[in-house]
T-cell receptor
Framework: SQQGEEDPQALSIQEGENATMNCSYKTSINNLQWYRQNSGRGLVHLIL?????REKHSGRLRVTLDTSKKSSSLLITASRAADTASYFC????????????FGKGTHLIIQP | NAGVMQNPRHLVRRRGQEARLRCSPM?????VYWYRQLPEEGLKFMVY????????ESGMPKERFSAEFPKEGPSILRIQQVVRGDSAAYFC???????????????FGSGTQLSVL
């Protein structure tokens, strides 16, 4: 599997429920970021968590990072129809290329 | 304060033609990145540039692809002699200068959808 793989590939939930997406990676990282992409648009930065952090909050978003398992999770609480989008994790690899390494994303559908 | 601007939004080329994609970073940003996205895939890093310098082109094919970020004007991603496999969405992103969050938060443009007939 490739660096920054999200799980599940697709997720469909009812409005108001919580959505959890996971990301696994392979190398040592400086930080891990989550981005959101609406259909046909560019990515929008949501949240960044550094390698020495374990949890971070931003509004309805909660991100965790477990460097021992090389995994991260993104939790969106009280989901809204407008949260429907694809969500990507991206890693800044230590000693790697200068660009971020993105996973294939989780397509989230919030049903009203 | 305009965001990252990419043009054109859509570009159609026939096999063998050249494609030129433009990107103007956010004001004050001196780092530009180009990524390629295939349908149902994540973004793949291609090249990282600063003004007049290519810093990392490890993700860019050695042939037919080139990128520049001149002192004045937008960054250009150039694909010569396009083939059908080049069809994809190409995204540009920018970030502030080093020490102010480079590679910590990228600001993306809306992308250029390249279709090769």
């Amino acid at each position: 599997s490739q660096q920054g793989e999200e799980d599940p590939q697709a997720l469909s939930i009812q409005e108001g429920e919580n959505a959890t997406m996971n990301c696994s990676y392979k190398t040592s990282i400086n930080n891990l970021q989550w981005y959101r992409q609406n259909s046909g648009r560019g990515l929008v930065h949501l949240i960044l968590i550094r390698s020495n952090e374990r949890e971070k909050h931003s509004g309805r978003l909660r991100v965790t990072l477990d460097t021992s398992k090389k995994s991260s999770s993104l939790l969106i609480t009280a989901s809204r129809a407008a949260d429907t989008a694809s969500y990507f994790c991206a890693t800044d690899e230590r000693g790697g290329a200068d660009g971020l390494t993105f996973g294939k994303g989780t397509h989230l559908i919030i049903q009203p | 304060n305009a965001g990252v601007m990419q043009n054109p939004r859509h570009l159609v080329r026939r096999r063998g033609q050249e494609a030129r994609l433009r990107c103007s970073p956010m004001k004050g940003h001196s780092h530009v990145y180009w990524y390629r996205q295939l349908p149902e895939e994540g973004l793949k890093f291609m090249v990282y540039l600063q003004k007049e310098n290519i810093i990392d082109e490890s993700g860019m094919p050695k042939e037919r692809f080139s990128a520049e970020f001149p002192k004045e004007g937008p960054s250009i991603l150039r694909i010569q002699q396009v083939v059908r496999g080049d069809s994809a969405a190409y995204f540009c992103a920018s970030s502030p200068p080093t020490g102010q969050g480079a590679n910590e938060k990228l600001f993306f443009g809306s992308g250029t959808q390249l279709s090769v007939l």
